[in-house]
């Protein structure tokens, strides 16, 4: 264990730390999670729109159409407003003009999104098809838009103009240049192979990404790199979620028009699968040993630490019992602290792929707490039911080491407890 982590401290861990704090990675994660509010509430509207309970749906028939109009004017614009936000946070990361920088990668957005043939704007490239486009347009015209402020090709204005003229100045040369840009290829690829820019980023990124985010061996590679970061105490979720968020949004966003369109959903992996499902309690299914320690811990320690911190475990928050245990750089609970949501993550793919659960299709907070979170985001109470059995395996799992940890703390409570009555003989 001790070359392992030697080895981990060395090679791994500044490669890990360097990609937490990458900056466009960063504005690629902030950005898309400031698309959570919007998505959560478009879930609110799918559920009543199409409920799991049959007569309920049926008596909801006549509104569905009304009641999906919000999910539309949610899910459906997924890309166009993350190319916004993570342009804003781009910029914001190099203290740029975050508002002019974030119009215009929305405005090379629609500059390179083709028209349908009656003149429209293709609403199917606004979701979760234009999220990977979006990606690369806000970091091309925040970086373009970098490039000339530094050598200073912008439009200044006299002093006393107000900032919000002078910013618009500043941006309109780079902005020009950016849209042009954009433009001239679009119109290239168009001309020279009949395609677009959505098309060439589809077949290149899109579409194999998607088909390795949404299999079983990408959600493994993803939980265990997820869960070894943490074992350092590295926000692990923050670093993986960096690169497949985009992926499991947009697989998310392809189960919701599944769902719209009374189809089976084409999804297991996806956004609520991979933010729920194996972290129930946080990450490493901790609410599972936190009622360890509530239940079965003799050590004071421990015993102290499952009262004080198993209310944070239903809410999600596994901060206190991460640090407080500590699971960080502890090697006897750091093992089933990876073992456990391996387990359940592959035992909860195998339900769904089955039928004896539905796949999920709806986005609740994090902080929903268990089995609440799993009926919400299957629809279908058998969801609750197996949230419960994950929660009563990840206890199996952890029981062994656990009972280890908790004898070893007891131990030294006790050598610490006749030390010091020695001491106070003595005295």
Known sequence: MDRFNAFMERYFMPIAGKLAEQRHLKAIRDGIIATMPLLIIGSIFLIISSPPVESWAEFMSPYAAALSMPVDATFGLLGLVAVFSIAYSLAKSYEMDELSAGVISLATFFVATPLTENGNIPLNLMGSEGLFIAIILAIFSVEVFRFFEERNIVIRMPAGVPPSVWRAFTALIPGAVIVFIVWGIGLLLENTFGLSLHDIIGAVLRQPLEAMGSSLWGAIIAIILIHLLWSFGIHGISVVASIMAPIWYSLTEQNVAAQQAGEELPHIIGQPFMAIWWAVGGCGMVVSLTILFVWRAKSKHLKSLGRGSIWAGFFNISEPTLFGAPIVMNPLLVVPFILAPLAVGIITYFSMSIGLVGKPYVM?????????????????????????????VGMIIYYPFFRLYDKKLLEEEQEEKVELESAATEA
């Open 364 to 392: 609740v907070p994090w902080t929903t707490p268990p089995p609440f979170s799993g009926i919400l985001t299957t629809g279908d109470w058998r969801g609750g039911v197996l949230m419960i059995v994950n929660i009563i």
